[in-house]
């Protein structure tokens, strides 16, 4: 049987993804009476709309939902990775700033140190699965270490490492050089400052911290500070069985 209703989602979701604002702040909206569905006024949380018959309005201006956007920035060193910053430090938003006229998010974060690919997309289910532990998403970085990484301290690694908040697993470790101060790690767990936090509580310090890759994203003719807007196939696949 057809489900009639399946066009049908969350007002405040169907503002979000407008580009006007978050969901939590289109809730605010509601309740102001700013916003319309059909001419009606809206008050109520929880109202649903068609999205592709009902006309919604901001204070009598009709809003669409955005077309979803997938953007793949080579970090560099500097930025902190937020929408904005009272301190006034430098973010990653100003790096994409003149690539789209959608409201996009960066996907997970890198800290203020670490380089490498950050994703960014107006696309929240994608965005979700990109962040969620039961997908595995896989994250390779290139490490480089104040000092050698000993090869029992290497082989703890590949066993598991206790941290505060509990065992960490990688998926793959491995000495990119003889000396043993550069290292490739691939780990799928998101946890804040992880990698930094793996070989901090070994004894080391992490000079620098590059993310080479993110599942199948890589940096392949993507120069640092540059972004590129991801290809057909690559939003295809990261979308798979989401």
Known sequence: MKNSNKDEIRLNRFISMSGVCSRRKADKLIKEGVISINNTIITELGQKVKSNTDIVCLKGIRIFPEKKKYLLLNKPKGYITTMKDEMGRKTVMSL????????????????RDTTGLLLFTNDGILAKKMMHPKYNISKKYNVTLNKRLKKAHFKDIQKGILLDDGIIYVDDIKYIEESGLKIELMIHVGKNRIVRRIFESLGYKVLKLDRVSYSILNKKKLPLGKWRALTSQEVKYLKKDS
């Open 96 to 111: 994409i700033s003149n690539a789209c006229k959608e409201r996009l998010v960066p996907v997970g974060r890198l800290d």
